[in-house]
């Protein structure tokens, strides 16, 4: 297993240099310029634009700075931000509390909820409780996130005024007051991401927990005497995980990738809304370490899905 692991991380390494390097061309290449802002400004001459834009390494070729921008990086350093001139460390770790409050708890939800949902649907195929999970798990991965976000906004907040629509990330939990303000204007954006992950995964489980029920290992655990509860427990729904392993270690990437539209919507400034803002103003540093984050988590998750598949299927060994 030892072996394995150290040969995936190697084989992960030029992973990662090639989509570094493509990110960073993309950014370089694409139109947009990061002191459009002071070229729009009559006030600064020119010659302190070209000041600014050599200070920032601007004026060199882009293969230059991605040179320099990967040795950096090599080093824990992220660069500095154009627009915001501080450290882009610095701004990920201001943003990373907002979105794994939002991301992670509605993740982690999503998980707890469909378990149960989809291993009764499957148990329970075609009862009143499978078609209502079916129809509940449809309309969840259908219906986008930004038009179920608008909906709670229209009805919780605006109609209702139980909630507000818009986070507040000043608020710091101090005492009892404090913790139900947080706990309400977390409520919404976390309620749209657990309805879209719930329904996918719930789905999911069904279908995999539907193909193991009628196999001859389950009929053989039944032979045994074995009580049904633990027949589905120990070797159906645990057999039936090894592909969900898959689905939810690549499902937390695409959730943060996913979540810029929910901490659109909410104005959760976390990581995807610092990814949109930069983006519009071709914030290179910042955009180019939010990308190379989500490649980092796309690999270490594919890294411990397979790890895992040992650990729910002792039949599976790694050279």
Do not use: C
């Amino acid at each position: 297993m030892g072996r394995y692991v150290a040969r995936r991380l190697l084989i992960a390494i030029p992973t990662l240099l090639v989509i570094s390097f493509v990110v960073y061309a993309i950014l370089a290449l694409a139109p947009g310029d990061p002191l459009g802002q002071f070229a729009a400004n009559p006030n600064v001459p020119p010659e302190v634009r070209e000041r600014i834009r050599h200070s920032l390494g601007l004026d060199q070729p882009w293969h230059i700075r991605y040179v320099k921008w990967l040795l950096a990086l090599l080093q824990g350093d992220f660069g500095y931000s154009f627009g915001s001139h501080s450290p882009v460390a610095g701004l990920l770790v201001e943003r990373l509390p907002n979105t794994l409050a939002v991301v992670g708890v509605a993740y982690v939800l999503g998980l707890l909820l469909a378990l149960p949902i989809g291993m009764i649907s499957a148990v329970k195929r075609y009862s009143l409780f499978d078609h209502a999970a079916t129809t509940f798990a449809f309309i969840g991965f259908s219906v986008p996130t930004f038009f179920t976000g608008l909906l709670l906004i229209i009805v919780f907040s605006i109609n209702l005024r139980w909630f507000p629509f818009i986070y507040d990330s000043t608020v710091k939990v101090k005492d009892f007051a404090s913790l139900v303000e947080q706990l309400k204007q977390s409520i919404m954006p976390i309620a749209v991401l657990t309805l879209f992950n719930t329904a996918g995964l719930a789905r999911f489980i069904r279908a995999e927990m539907l193909e193991h029920l009628p196999l001859e290992y389950v009929r053989t655990a039944r032979s045994k005497g074995i009580a049904e509860r633990l027949v589905i427990l120990r070797h159906v729904l645990r057999n039936s995980l090894i592909p969900v392993v898959t689905l939810v270690a690549l499902g937390i990437p695409a959730v943060f990738a996913g979540a810029i539209v929910t901490e659109q919507i909410f104005r959760v400034p976390g990581i995807g809304e610092l990814l949109v803002r930069s983006i519009g103003t071709s914030d290179t540093p910042v955009v180019a370490a939010i990308v190379f984050l989500f490649a980092v988590l796309v690999v270490v998750f594919n890294l411990i899905a397979d790890v895992l598949y040992a650990v729910l299927d002792p039949r599976i060994r790694y050279a």
